[in-house]
């Protein structure tokens, strides 16, 4: 399963499932742009966890959103490490919680803006330097909320049906030119995000609290996604693409219903 020679952009890699997507791919040989907005001393622990086992790593600082940040980030990549060869979309933000009714269109905009923008313009950005690599891999890191749709979450759901659709259409859009495009759809993960989201809506704070009721007895844990996510971008995946793959343990009727 080697990725020697291989460029990967993780996006939102400074923490959480992006930190252990980028740990995971450096340790099997990629080198690997580690993306994130604002988080500076999450990044640089990132990169330096990833040297230190022996792996190429450097940060670089763009919100995914922004269509010039971006280009020019991609650009820097290219410049510095090598075309990009595996782009991992996973950089996101949760919404408020809030019925339609209640919801502000600034933040509709903004969660919209960073779950199905940021990937397009991410996606389109790099397609053309796959198409020169021999092999392109796009992973695009959805929800279970796209199982579900429940109420009060309309913006992230929003986000990641969309995001969603965008990769289905560039699974058929790009196969014929060896890119590989598919999705990777987490539970509630062991993440700070999940802990913000457990804790509002709960008031639970230790996550282990809700172990008994998952599915093979504990949360799931980043490492569970970027293993996923490991063999979907490896040469032992010659043949998936346009999948959505939930990496929910099969689901539980008495596990709590929480999005990534």
Not at 5 to 15: Q, S
Not at 63 to 86: F, H, K, Q, W, Y
């Amino acid at each position: 399963m080697s990725l020697n020679g291989r460029v990967a952009l993780v996006t939102g890699a400074g923490r959480g499932i992006g930190r252990a997507i980028a740990a995971a791919l450096a340790k099997d040989g990629a080198d690997i742009a580690v993306n994130y907005r604002r988080d500076d001393d999450a990044a640089a622990e990132a990169v330096a966890e990833i040297q230190a086992a022996g792996g190429k790593a450097k940060a670089y600082c763009a919100s995914v959103d922004n269509l010039d940040e971006v280009t020019a980030m991609v650009a820097d990549i290219g410049r510095e490490m090598g075309p990009i060869g595996i782009l991992i979309n996973n950089a996101g933000i949760a919404s408020r919680g809030q019925s339609v009714a209640d919801t502000e269109p600034t933040e509709m905009e903004r969660v919209m803006r960073v779950h199905a923008f940021g990937p397009f313009y991410l996606s389109k950005l790099v397609i053309p330097m796959m198409r020169d690599l021999g092999r392109g891999d796009i992973i695009m890191i959805s929800s279970v909320a796209t199982d579900s749709y429940g109420a009060f979450g309309n913006p992230y759901n929003m986000g990641k049906a969309a995001m969603e659709a965008l990769a289905f259409t560039m699974a058929k859009e790009e196969h014929r030119h060896n890119i590989r495009t598919n999705i990777v759809a987490p539970p509630l993960v062991e993440t700070d995000m999940g802990r913000r989201l457990v804790k509002a809506r709960s008031g639970i704070e230790d996550l282990r609290e809700l172990d008994a009721g998952m599915p093979f007895g504990h949360v799931c844990q980043p490492d569970d996604i970027a293993n996923t996510v490991h063999y979907l971008v490896s040469d032992m995946n010659s043949y998936v693409n346009g999948q959505r793959i939930a990496v929910d343990g099969g689901g539980s009727a008495s596990a709590p219903k929480f999005d990534k």
